[in-house]
């Protein structure tokens, strides 16, 4: 089978925001924000989006053309882009892959960071001359945006308010799912601080429904109002992270019903139909999350690039899991010092190292004891955990497994590097396999067709010479139709909890 032919296309849309600085007008077309298409001043496009942050990037290369003989919209104005745009101008880029669809994708909504003319001399002595936009999609709000409350009571108001706002503030108890939504409404919805953005109608969280139950966990009393630091490390820090998993992206699809994977939502604003969604959800531990996950299969003749690789920089034969704030609350047994579970290969440890991995959870709590709301206020509990048994340890020790269930195996899975055509439709946190069927490509991998998590896409686009190009970075792979597990007793693994 050949490539077929592609035409592959972008759209760069720009418009006003709201920086008080803004010089470009407000013009009642486009998708709704006054959008201006300076497409035609474009000579190049990049965009950047991982897993590990909320904050995609993107780069635009432009001409110094003035703006009325390439955009009709701007036919009277004879400057160049680089005196049109301000930072916090808003963005959008939207690629179509070329393959005979009409559809276009929207990859990339922000607002613009800097915009940088660029001049420099090349090998010819020929000057050389750029306008570089750059921007960052509206995760960039995440990652900055402050949550002022401690400020505002302890320091200014003393510590009586602080004590009072504490009580009747939003409370910090329950679930992973409670609480983090209770985060988030905070902020973005309750509007208990005068710091409210005003963007936070594009903001909304999908929270897999399954941290909302009770054998979840349940953590300590907390409140927003004694919290103080950035929006998305303080959420970061209250979702059980690296049992869940927590990211950002720009979704032009999402609806409130979701898609078939067993999510549940909670939608900032269903009226203005946000587009910016967190996503909470546990991690694909088990073999029937992995495979609900949506998956791209890309055909070997696309693959212009691939570079897969087992490496053992990061094998673990050491978990353990901590309870967040009870080490040394118990006189009753010196070795409960640290209350923790563990897993621990010792076979892998001798003949390669002890690699651990330690974390730390703080939702380990669970309806019950004498008051009915909270185990963890019965000693009876305690004493059990001590004998590892009862609901308490019970908890623990089944994360201490799905740790050591997904981290023990790294060592044993591909990491991977591939290029193809433009696919603007692939999104972190999706899969993409190798097609199934035989072909002429790559044949010293015939025997083995595999799967593997996106953990980052790169979409670079030259205008000149329409070369589209799709970069993913890519983890967990392994072969169609498989899930990794680690060595049972038996195959040369001893796999041990904590006497």
């Not at 400057?79 to 963005?91: A, G």
Request: with cysteine; hydrophobic share 35%; glycine share 8%.
């Amino acid at each position: 089978m050949t490539n077929p032919i592609r035409y592959p296309d972008v759209r760069v849309l720009v418009s006003p925001g709201l920086p008080r600085e803004n010089k470009l007008p407000a013009l009642a077309v486009g998708r709704g924000l006054g959008a201006i298409d300076i497409t035609a001043l474009v000579t190049r496009v990049r965009t950047t989006k991982t897993l590990a942050q909320p904050n995609g990037t993107c780069e635009i290369g432009c001409t110094y053309e003035a703006l009325g003989k390439a955009v009709p919209a701007l036919a009277t104005r004879t400057e160049s882009l680089s005196t049109l745009l301000v930072p916090q101008n808003l963005i959008e880029i939207a690629f179509n892959a070329g393959t005979g669809s009409t559809d276009w994708e929207t990859v990339f909504q922000g607002p613009i960071a800097r915009v940088v003319p660029h001049e420099s001399v090349g090998d010819t002595g020929e000057p050389q001359r750029e306008i570089v936009v750059a921007g960052e999609d509206y995760g960039q709000y995440l990652v900055r945006h402050e949550i002022p409350a401690h400020l505002f009571t302890a320091f200014l108001q003393g510590d009586n308010e602080l004590f009072a706002r504490s009580k009747a503030g939003a409370m910090l108890r329950g679930s992973v799912g409670d609480v983090c939504k209770r985060l988030f409404n905070s902020i973005f919805v309750d509007r208990v601080s005068q710091l409210q953005l005003k963007t936070q109608q594009v903001f909304t969280i999908d929270i897999d429904k399954s941290l909302f139950q009770p054998d979840a966990g349940y953590t300590f009393n907390d409140s927003v109002w004694t919290r103080q630091g950035k929006f998305w490390n303080e959420l970061r820090g209250l979702a059980d992270e690296p049992w869940n998993e927590l990211y950002a992206d720009y979704l032009p699809h999402w609806s409130a019903q979701g898609p078939q994977d067993g999510l549940a939502f909670v939608p900032a604003d269903p009226q203005n139909a946000p587009r910016f969604v967190i996503r909470l959800r546990k991690r694909p531990f088990d073999e029937q999350r992995w495979n609900a996950l949506e998956t791209h299969i890309v055909r070997d003749e696309e693959l212009f690039y691939q570079e897969s690789a087992l490496a053992d920089d990061e094998r673990y034969n050491w978990v353990i899991v901590d309870m967040a704030g009870m080490q040394g609350r118990t006189e009753h047994d010196p070795n409960m010092l640290l209350y923790q579970t563990r897993r621990f290969d010792q076979v892998d440890a001798e003949a390669h190292g002890a690699r651990l991995l330690r974390r730390q959870t703080a939702f380990f709590d669970f309806p019950g004891g004498p008051t009915g709301d909270s185990i963890l206020q019965d000693a009876e509990e305690h004493e059990r955990f001590a004998q590892r048994t009862g609901q308490l340890y019970a908890g623990v020790n089944r994360r201490a497994g799905e740790l050591w269930d997904w981290y023990s195996i790294n060592h044993r899975l591909r990491r991977a590097s591939w290029v193809i055509p433009l696919r603007p439709e692939i999104r972190i946190g999706t899969r993409v396999q190798n097609q199934r069927d035989p072909s002429s490509y790559f044949v010293k991998e015939e025997d083995e067709r595999r799967t593997y998590y996106v953990e980052q896409i790169v979409h670079d686009f030259q205008i000149r010479t329409r070369r589209a190009r799709t970069h993913l970075g890519l983890t967990r792979g392994q072969a169609l139709d498989t899930f990794l597990r680690p060595y049972t007793d038996g195959q040369a693994v001893t796999r041990q909890a904590a006497a």
